[in-house]
């Protein structure tokens, strides 16, 4: 069965730099458009970022536009977020997200979750 990996969370103080990683178990997850999610406790999960399957087109949560980069290795079969300049409020559980569709979604309609890495910033 197909699986998505996320890892690279932890720690961080506000102002620092996280990168957060998913690795994808099997190469169809090249033709996937891909995202990150988030779900802070007692919320619900909220879109992040997303990529096409090209990894051409990107689009961003107005709450992380100029602070998050989301780019995609096809070769390697991984996506990463990159975040910069955390904040607090950036605190959750982090989900990465495959969806076998070109258009990328705000919504949480993706076919495959990761099991979430938690990132925390302390203020």
């Known amino acids: 069965q197909a699986q998505l990996v996320e890892s690279g969370g932890g720690l961080v103080q506000a102002g620092g730099s996280l990168r957060l990683s998913c690795a994808a178990s099997?190469?169809?997850?090249?033709?996937?458009?891909m995202g990150w999610f988030r779900q802070a406790p007692g919320k619900e999960r909220d879109f992040v970022a997303g990529?096409?399957?090209?990894?051409?087109?990107?689009y961003y949560a107005d709450s992380v536009k100029g602070r998050f980069t989301i780019s995609r290795d096809n070769a390697k079969n991984t996506v990463a977020l990159q975040m910069n300049s955390l904040k607090s409020e950036d605190t959750a559980v982090y989900y990465c997200?495959?969806?076998?569709?070109?258009?990328?979604?705000?919504?949480?309609?993706?076919?495959?979750w990761g099991q979430g890495t938690q990132v925390t910033v302390s203020s």
């Open positions: 997200a495959a969806r076998r569709s070109s258009t990328i979604l705000t919504a949480l309609q993706y076919d495959y």
């Open positions: 099997e190469r169809s997850f090249t033709r996937y458009t």
């Open positions: 990529i096409s399957s090209s990894g051409n087109v990107t």
